[in-house]
């Protein structure tokens, strides 16, 4: 499945008669799906990044957890061509020469559990 998506670039253009409102069409953008359930890289067991986390630790608020660990994610693979979202769903651009084992190993190498201690429940 592929997206595409259409860019307009609006600015404002100064002439004799005035300013006027010109559009210009972007290059066409293209994303691709690179994987519907990026999780399961970390953990082919794993059904979500919630359910990832969960299994991994207790006492966690996971409603922030799970941002902030796709947010190390993508401080990994995005460099690499690769944008991950917290459904799991990540793409890539199209036309892109993905490193696919490079980007499996940056997604290991981020440390799950520094980004769980940052988000503890503190017990009363």
């Given amino acids: 499945m592929h997206c595409a998506h259409t860019v307009l670039y609006l600015y404002m253009s ?15 953008m293209t994303t691709a799906i690179y994987s519907e359930d990026f999780e399961t890289i970390i953990d082919p067991t794993a059904g ?16 922030e957890a799970v ?17 991950v979202t917290v459904s799991g769903m990540a793409t890539c651009d199209a036309d892109a020469d993905i490193d696919r084992q490079a980007v499996e190993e940056a997604a290991r190498e981020v440390d799950m559990y520094e980004v769980l201690e940052r988000h503890e429940v503190a017990l009363a």
């Avoid at 409102?21 to 290059?27: P, T």
């Fill in 14 to 28: 100064a002439g004799s008669k005035g300013f006027q409102l010109i559009a210009r069409k972007a290059k066409k």
């Fill in 48 to 63: 979500s990044f919630k359910d990832l986390l969960d299994h991994v630790a207790d006492d966690i608020d996971l409603d």
């Fill in 67 to 83: 941002p902030d660990y796709v947010d190390e994610l993508n401080k990994a693979v995005h460099p690499l061509g690769v944008n």
